[in-house]
């Protein structure tokens, strides 16, 4: 069965630090990647996915991860964060072989301070 | 362009009312799905479209729930006989295929309707 884990509720960060939010994953096949951010009271937003080729991928706001097939893992990184990265990101996973389901970590709240 | 809406943004209910929430998807988007997302908690997949095949109605937690989508357009999410444990905001994605093959797109979130059960 599929399944996602973002082992932490909460990342606290400095601003101007990098940060990095985990997640690892468990699929039969071979995995598609997502990250989404939802920010307050506002829909998730679309960040970056890993869909096959290079295993580092650049997305939205300065946002990049890196597939790491032997680890099973999809870390989210920043390398500078700012305030307004604040926010709670979802990290989710489809298997290539067929199903048409995503299945979403329980999130991570990122807490950028000044 | 616009985006997902749904509508209504709240609804708030009494236990045993029927509730019936709508999407709108992206024009053009083939695939449109329903999550909910309890407080605190992640998103739970309740149902799939994709054009006119037969939905994947896996995740629907019950037979109280049902939804419906004509064609490639609007899709309606009915909850019956709603429990206090259907209070959750209930989020709507919208897809289109693209090259990286089926699962490889992108979804785009409506901002969700937030329901409470009282």
């Known amino acids: 069965a599929q399944s996602v884990a973002q082992p932490e509720d909460q990342v606290n960060v400095a601003e101007g630090n990098p940060l990095t939010v985990k997640c690892t994953y468990s699929v039969s096949g071979n995995p598609y990647l997502f990250w989404y951010v939802q920010y307050p009271n506002r829909g998730l937003q679309f960040l970056l996915k890993y869909i096959t080729g290079d295993n580092l991928v650049k997305g939205s706001y300065g946002f990049e991860a890196e597939f790491n097939k032997s680890q099973t893992s999809f870390p989210l990184k920043k390398p500078s964060a700012l305030v307004s990265d604040s926010a709670l990101y979802f990290c989710?996973?489809?298997?290539?072989?067929?199903?048409?389901?995503?299945?979403f970590g329980t999130g991570t709240r990122l807490k950028v301070l000044a | 362009g616009a985006g997902v809406s749904q509508s209504p943004s709240n609804k708030v209910t009494e236990k045993g009312k029927d509730v019936e929430l709508r999407c709108d998807p992206i024009s053009g988007h083939t695939a449109l799905y329903w999550y909910r997302q309890r407080l605190g908690q992640g998103l739970e997949f309740l149902i799939y479209f994709q054009g006119n095949s037969a939905p994947d109605k896996s995740g629907l937690p019950s037979d109280r729930f049902s939804a419906e989508r004509t064609g490639e357009s609007v899709s309606t999410l009915t909850i019956q006989r709603t429990q206090q444990e259907d209070s959750a905001v209930y989020l709507c994605a919208s897809s289109f295929p693209t090259s990286g093959g089926a699962g490889a797109e992108t979804q785009y979130f409506g901002p969700g309707t937030r329901l409470l059960v009282l």
């Open positions: 989710a996973v489809r298997d290539s072989s067929g199903t048409y389901k995503y299945i």
